[in-house]
C-alpha cells in the first residue's frame, strides 16, 4: 500500500510563513500529479496548488504569488511554501498523490492524514 505523510503546519500570525511537506512511501512505481488541497470549517476542499512530475504547477488565484509549490521526485516528495499568509488560509490542508503501483496498473489518487495550518490576524 501506498503511505502519504505530512510535516509542517502550525499556527502563524498574519503576514508570516510557514512550510509543508508530504512523503509518499509503499510499493510505488510512479507518481504522476502531486498536489495540496486545503478545507476550512464549513467549506468544501479546494485544490491549492498542483505540480506534474515534469514540474509544471498550478495555483488557486487566491495564493498565486504567495504560496510555492515544488517536488523531489528521488524522494516522493510535495512541498508547499506558503509566504504572506492570511486569515483566510486557515484550513485543514492535504497533500494528494497520483501513484501508478505497476507499470501496468491505473493511476488511483491517494491522500495523507491532513495538517492544520492556523493564521491568525
Known amino acids: 500500500q501506498v503511505q502519504l505523510v505530512e510535516s509542517g503546519g502550525g499556527s502563524v500570525q498574519a503576514g508570516g510563513s510557514l512550510s509543508l511537506s508530504c512523503a509518499a512511501s509503499?510499493?510505488?512505481?510512479?507518481?504522476?500529479?502531486m498536489g495540496w488541497y486545503r478545507q476550512a470549517p464549513g467549506k468544501q476542499r479546494e485544490l491549492v496548488a498542483t505540480i506534474t512530475s515534469g514540474g509544471s504547477t498550478n495555483y488557486l488565484d487566491s495564493v498565486k504569488g504567495r504560496f510555492t509549490i515544488s517536488r523531489d521526485n528521488a524522494k516522493n516528495t510535495v512541498y508547499l511554501q506558503m509566504n504572506s499568509l492570511k486569515p483566510d488560509d486557515t484550513a485543514v490542508y492535504y497533500c494528494?498523490?497520483?501513484?501508478?503501483?505497476?507499470?501496468?496498473?491505473?493511476?488511483?489518487?491517494?491522500w495523507g492524514q491532513g495538517t492544520q495550518v492556523t493564521v491568525s490576524s
Open positions: 494528494a498523490a497520483d501513484v501508478q503501483l505497476r507499470s501496468w496498473s491505473v493511476t488511483t489518487t491517494y
Open positions: 509503499g510499493s510505488i512505481f510512479s507518481i504522476n500529479g
